[in-house]
């Protein structure tokens, strides 16, 4: 019932920066929040940056804080991973995710490798 597309991956060096973007479609109902995970090869799959939706609350990782950005636009149901000063180690899959009182959701993943 709900879709989830992520876009804006890609090969990017160390330092360098990216933007990634999630949209929502289907009935999406209520939304609680939306989230960004990532997984390199051979990890867990490990939580990077959510938002609440009601209260706009902001959560990230400890790797990510003070180089990535969560944000959303709530007409669009899309949120935004702004991720600056990237580092090989950022190098994963990451995926969207979006919570609502039905489940949770999961986009296919975008790419992101950072050279070094």
Request: hydrophobic share 35%.
């Amino acid at each position: 019932q709900v879709q989830l597309v992520e876009s804006g991956g890609g090969l990017v060096q160390a330092g360098g920066s990216l933007r990634l973007s999630c949209a929502a479609s289907g009935r999406t109902s209520v939304i609680y929040g939306m989230d960004w995970f990532r997984q390199a090869p051979g990890k867990e799959r490990e939580f990077v940056a959510g938002m609440g939706w009601s209260s706009g609350s902001t959560k990230y990782a400890d790797s990510v804080k003070g180089r990535f950005t969560i944000s959303r636009d709530n007409a669009k149901n899309m949120v935004y991973l702004q991720m600056n000063s990237l580092k090989p180690e950022d190098t994963a899959v990451y995926y969207c995710n979006l919570r609502d009182f039905r489940g949770a959701y999961w986009g296919q993943g975008t790419q992101v490798t950072v050279s070094s």
